[in-house]
Nanobody, 124 residues
Framework: QVQLVESGGGLVQAGGFLRLSCVAS????????MGWFRQAPGKEREFVAGISWGGATTDYADSVKGRFTVSRDNAKNTVYLQMNSLKPEDTAVYYC?????????????????WGQGTQVTVSS
């Protein structure tokens, strides 16, 4: 089992920034690729960003490319999502997820563990 706990969400004005963190516990963090997903009210969950187990490979949704950066610190069992130039359409609950080492990062159904989520609200 892997437990994931997100933090760092909140209310921010358009153009602002937030950094989300996700701390993992329970299993060896370094064998897991990590993903960030989000779900807005009335919409399906969507992929935001992902990072491979060693951090060498990252992937981003087109809607966030150039604004968001995913990173990880394996010594701290933590993955981060730096979100800059936030837009109202970024408003959603953000979830981190873990899957056994894979370079396929976009498919939510293939992730094994999920956090509870953290709310991000961007006001216009």
């Amino acid at each position: 089992q892997v437990q994931l706990v997100e933090s760092g969400g909140g209310l921010v004005q358009a153009g602002g920034f937030l950094r989300l963190s996700c701390v993992a516990s329970g299993r060896t963090f370094t064998v897991y690729s990590m993903g960030w997903f989000r779900q807005a009210p009335g919409k399906e969950r969507e992929f935001v960003a992902g990072i491979s187990w060693g951090g060498a490979t990252t992937d981003y949704a087109d809607s966030v490319k150039g604004r968001f950066t995913v990173s990880r610190d394996n010594a701290k069992n933590t993955v981060y999502l730096q979100m800059n130039s936030l837009k109202p359409e970024d408003t959603a609950v953000y979830y981190c997820a873990a899957r056994r080492a894979s370079l396929t990062l976009r498919i939510g159904a293939e992730y094994d563990y999920w956090g509870q989520g953290t709310q991000v609200t961007v006001s216009s």
